[in-house]
T-cell receptor, first 111, second 115 residues
């Protein structure tokens, strides 16, 4: 079935550690890709998006993601995480006029 | 506040009762989406509107669910004869005409608990 897969359901890191959250999708053809973040008690916010051009996209708060078409991947990275990055992160793909979300990765940063 | 507003924030209802939620999108956005999110899952698409036209409904949207956007501005989502399985966070989002390149702006959601 066509889907968006996030590899890790729960990640725990210490402050200043590097982060990489995996995301794979199974849709063919042209895709628009997104990462959303949901901080505790807050609504979903767009972190970054890819729709064309440079496959390395930069988002807010020092996050970046790389689109690798051959691997159907769109992994999220941050070189040095902070305690305030504790949140749930959702990878998403736009298909047929709607955005399809992965199940999310809950990130917990230890101070 | 020019974001997406949802009302109420929380709703507790008894099984079998009807509930209605409201969403006010960003005023210049003519696409409006409803999603449902349960614990441990990502948001699941329910339906979307372009202006007042409902263009797609998910199979998740049973006959007990109905959504409207009568004047192309705010939208309502009604659930009739609620069941415990309807307990979830109901999210509304809006976007400009073509959401593919912009992503959506989400509201804070309405958390429904059916007891």
């Amino acid at each position: 079935a066509q889907s968006v897969s996030q590899h890790n359901h729960h990640v725990i890191l210490s402050e200043a550690a590097s982060l990489e959250l995996g995301c794979n999708y199974s849709y063919g053809g042209t895709v628009n890709l997104f990462w959303y973040v949901q901080y505790p008690g807050q609504h979903l916010q767009l972190l970054l998006k890819y729709f064309s051009g440079d496959p390395l996209v930069k988002g807010i708060k020092g996050f970046e993601a790389e689109f690798i078409k051959s691997k159907f991947s769109f992994n999220l990275r941050k070189p040095s995480v902070q305690w305030s990055d504790t949140a749930e992160y959702f990878c998403a793909v736009n298909r047929a006029n709607k955005i399809i979300f992965g199940k999310g990765t809950r990130l917990h940063i230890l101070p | 506040d020019t974001g997406v507003s949802q009302d109420p924030r929380h709703k507790i209802t008894k099984r079998g009762q009807n509930v209605t939620f409201r969403c006010d999108p960003i005023s210049e956005h003519n696409r409006l989406y409803w999603y449902r999110q349960t614990l441990g899952q990502g948001p699941e698409f329910l339906t979307y509107f372009q202006n007042e036209a409902q263009l797609e409904k998910s199979r998740l949207l049973s006959d007990r669910f109905s959504a409207e956007r009568p004047k192309g501005s705010f939208s309502t989502l009604e659930i009739q004869r609620t069941e415990q399985g309807d307990s979830a966070m109901y999210l509304c989002a809006s976007s400009p005409y073509d959401g593919t390149n912009y992503g959506y702006t989400f509201g804070s959601g309405t958390r429904l608990t059916v007891v």
